[in-house]
């Protein structure tokens, strides 16, 4: 290495063209001082697309259907008895006599429409003002990127929020998208949750309709503790004369229910051997649908569903298995007087409002043919991204 260094040397010292530097340049000033207002002449610029960073359920909203109606209530009629009059041990007659007298009852239930809805008041020159900065190239927000789906991924949930990824020439394109986005998760939530008994201005969710409605749904005694049972609860869809046509509940509730009934159908199950040598992918996916004792089931999963931490790794939460149709009859759905509207409302001075609402209610029929199942599941209950509402 030192000789090579030496050769180095006498070259240079045998070339006139090289030169060699005994020191670095002297950069003054000392620290380097940045150009006056050079923040202020070349400012950061703002990245133009927005990401909504919190997580969005509309799963529910989805999958229940919807009815319209041009009344502010809906009224129905169940009938709830038929039957001989003096008893069902009187169907048998003697000969040349008539037959028993019968009798048949029910009773009238009622849902009152309310309103849901979001508003917002913007100047004009905000609105204009906004419309240049986003559409002049001079970085303002001009992109909406939607927010997470909480059930994406996940059997009987949705994959996409309210939207995907949106334009908005202004402020005023902006706001409206973000209070659909915010009306519509709301709607879901009061779907699941709505309680006229703490909010008279909401109307009844799932979760509270058999105690505000008075009727009674068929229920399980929470005598399980620990794990969920697919065993359990293939029993529970059995007992009643009424069977459902949908399984309704938390993404994890759900989860757990499809893996156990995943276990218990592939117990006895024969191995698939291929030729080649190839193996099964490890791992499962669950379809929106599962095959029970009592027929194929579709599956809906909605976060806005309760849990409750129940320690030791498990959390306390209800499925809910429901039947939404009967020889055609819609039992379970929306009944919509004022579908999903945006209204500009009258301008204000220099300023204009407007409002995005519906008029709106939840309908479940045949109370008895609906089912709540409470039950233990493995599982811990976290917080991660905020949810939208």
Known sequence: MSEQVLNLGEDAQADPTFETRTTDPVILPQPYSQ?????????????PTEIIAMCEEVTLLQAIPDQSTELSA????????LEFTSGSAYIAFADGECPEEYTHDGANSTVTIKNIGAKKTLSFRDIKHSAAVAGANWHGINTLVDGFASGEGLPGALDTATFQRELVASVKEKEMRLAMTLVLNGWDRLLVAGDTNSNSLEF???????????????????????????????????????????????????????????????QGSQLVNFQDGNRITPGFNFASFVNTGVGRLQVVSDNNFTRANAGGGAFQADLWPMRFTHNGEPLVYKINQIPLSLNDLVPGCTAISFQVWAATALVIKACCAQGQYTSQFTGRIATTCTTIG
């Open 35 to 47: 150009p006056a207002d050079f923040a202020a002449q070349y400012p950061q610029p703002l990245d």
């Open 74 to 81: 809906h009224l129905w009629r169940e009938m709830t008895s």
């Open 204 to 266: 009844d969710g799932i979760e509270n309709w058999a105690t505000n409605q008075s009727c009674t749904m068929h229920t399980n005694d929470n005598s399980a503790s620990g794990t969920f049972s697919a065993i359990a609860f293939d029993r529970f869809l059995g007992e009643s004369c009424a069977k459902p046509t949908h399984i309704l509940g938390h993404p994890q509730a759900v989860q757990e229910m499809m893996s156990a009934y995943f276990q218990l159908g592939y």
